[in-house]
């Protein structure tokens, strides 16, 4: 079985859509988003209808909890807050409803799946350095053989077992017996890795393969409709260069 891991689009329905075409091309079987489908970007309507009528779970982030009224945003800063407001008033009433329905955690047999750590899925603690995955040997035991998380927007993989917690470097490796992995999928429509392209993982439950994958898109749209929509201008420059 090959599922692709979608997360953090962010309403950017350019990247979006080209995520999914690239994701056809490579015969997947089944699409799991991580969340966040909304913030920042000017599409959060067409990126909610696509991603519902795609994937087969999609699970609530941070910047979905925000909008659906179920987290509190006060502490975001200005311009992120401009951004939820302006999403939560320009979004249908059934994809408010969808938003408000999302599930924190989803798994498929020894594979699973969260936006932010699996420890307290509704904290959104992030995992994107050795220190912070190291934070989760204590429980182990209790994680699935693989953990597909988002909310960093980073690509960033750590294996855990025989007492250490190891960086996985490569864009294509295997998942080794023994271990267990946390894999942070990076972003569809914001990528903060100083790569421009949407990014988005494959796993082959058969192959036990787990694969980054990236993919241009039209960033010049996708940056004038945040232009357009009176959004902060950086959430449409920082698309052009990838941070």
Known sequence: MRIAVISDIHSNIEALTEVLRAAEHQKVDRFVSLGD????????NPCCDLVRSVAEVTLLGNHDAAVAGRMDYSYYYDAARHALDWSANVLTDENMAWLRSLPYTYRIGDVGFCHGSPI????YEYIFALEQARELTPYVAELPEVTFIGHSHLCRAFAIGNGEVNDVVAQKFGIRKGYKYIISVGSVGQPRDYDNR???????????????????????????KIFDADLALNFGKRLFLGV
């Open 37 to 44: 489908i909304v913030g920042y970007g000017a599409s959060p």
């Open 120 to 123: 307290d899925p509704k904290a």
């Open 198 to 224: 949407a990014c988005f993982v494959i796993c082959d439950t058969d192959a036990r393969t787990v694969e980054y994958v990236r993919v241009e898109y039209d960033i010049e749209t996708s940056a004038q």
